[in-house]
């Protein structure tokens, strides 16, 4: 008596692709990770895209990115309560934090911030 694995072949393509799909979703993931010790990163929602910081990709001396946190668990991880926040990372570690204005709109300036990348470059010195 001969048995048919078909069920079992079929399951096992299902759990493959599945695994692909998990693994496709972390390779495309947003990361605030960077290359320089200083990281300045602006989290949005896309839905509040009108507030962008227009000028975070000028700041000096850094590595700037902005991560939307619509996707994936960025609200929870950073604790991210208004957007657009902005978090100065050194070495990966928190050392500012940034918040928008009840009207989701950024008051720190980029001097502000600039003036604060400024200090931290001073003090590793």
């Known amino acids: 008596m001969k048995k048919d ?3 079992w072949k079929l399951m096992t ?3 493959l692709i599945i695994l692909f799909m998990l693994m496709s979703s972390n390779a495309n993931a947003q990361s605030y990770t960077c290359d320089e010790d200083i990281c300045v990163v602006e989290f949005n929602a896309s839905w509040n895209s009108a507030n962008n910081v227009e000028w975070i990709n000028k700041l000096s001396d850094c590595e700037s990115k902005r991560i939307l946190i619509d996707k994936g668990s960025w609200q929870k991880d950073f604790s991210i309560i208004v957007t657009p926040t902005i978090i100065i990372f050194v ?3 928190e050392e500012k934090r940034y918040q928008a204005n009840i009207m989701m709109k950024m008051e ?3 001097e502000d911030i600039q003036g604060k990348i400024d200090e931290i470059m001073m003090d590793s010195f």
């Open 5 to 7: 694995y078909t069920t």
């Open 13 to 15: 393509g299902y759990l």
């Open 91 to 93: 070495n990966g570690e």
């Open 108 to 110: 720190s300036t980029k």
